[in-house]
């Protein structure tokens, strides 16, 4: 007999003070996508991460599938790199 595991526990984190449109879009866009602080935003840049500002704000989570075996990735270096981080190893030391 196979025991299914328990989800995990709401977690009771306060949200993040997103007073600041700007530094908070800022925030996500460096952790997401390794883009920094400092550079200028796009047209297009400032309307993706509006998506994906009002997405996390809704509790959802950035997702896409590794191009090597398919499984879902939500960590952002591997959200980047679109590797999972097994491939990526795999990669290397072929």
């Known amino acids: 007999m196979t025991t299914r595991k ?4 709401p977690q009771n984190r306060p949200s993040p003070d997103t007073t600041n449109d700007n530094d908070a879009k800022s925030t996500v866009l460096h952790r997401l996508f390794g883009h920094a602080p ?7 840049d400032r309307e993706d991460l509006d998506v994906i500002v009002a997405a996390v704000e809704r509790g959802f989570r950035i997702a896409v599938r590794c191009r090597v075996c398919g499984h879902w ?7 980047k790199s679109f590797v999972g981080p097994r491939c990526a190893a795999k990669a290397v030391t072929k």
């Open 38 to 44: 400092h550079e200028p935003l796009t047209r297009e």
């Open 73 to 79: 990735l939500s960590n952002p270096r591997s959200v």
């Open 6 to 9: 328990r989800p995990a526990p």
